[in-house]
Nanobody
Framework: QVQLVESGGGLVQAGGSLRLSCAAS????????MGWFRQTPGKKREFVAA????????YYADSVKGRFAISRDNAKNTVYLQMNSLKPEDTAVYIC?????????????????WGQGTQVTVSS
């Protein structure tokens, strides 16, 4: 029943910006944590950013802190990832996940539903 659909990926030059969207359905969106992860071939899924319901606390990987910002629009059942000052090492498939309110948001195994991902490529 739960469906997550990512969009907004593409090709940008280093230093550029991109905004990713994740549209959710089949769940009371405002009551669940949402997170962004990324994955490249040969690597396990890597935490990027997350946001909790209620208090709206946000969490970021050290590698993206100060460059990326996560937000949510409960009226639209959508979570966003604003990506600024992009670097070639940010290149990956970006995947949206959802989980219960009190999960350890940095841990991949805590999420119970995932989208299919959207490709982000940053050229040198």
């Amino acid at each position: 029943q739960v469906q997550l659909v990512e969009s907004g990926g593409g090709l940008v030059q280093a230093g550029g910006s991109l905004r990713l969207s994740c549209a959710a359905s089949g769940r009371t969106f405002s009551s669940f944590a949402m997170g962004w992860f990324r994955q490249t071939p040969g690597k396990k899924r890597e935490f990027v950013a997350a946001i909790r319901p209620g208090d709206g606390n946000t969490y970021y990987a050290d590698s993206v802190k100060g460059r990326f910002a996560i937000s949510r629009d409960n009226a639209k059942n959508t979570v966003y990832l604003q990506m600024n000052s992009l670097k070639p090492e940010d290149t990956a498939v970006y995947i949206c996940g959802t989980g219960r309110r009190n999960i350890a948001v940095r841990a991949t195994e805590e999420y119970d539903y995932w989208g299919q991902g959207t490709q982000v490529t940053v050229s040198s």
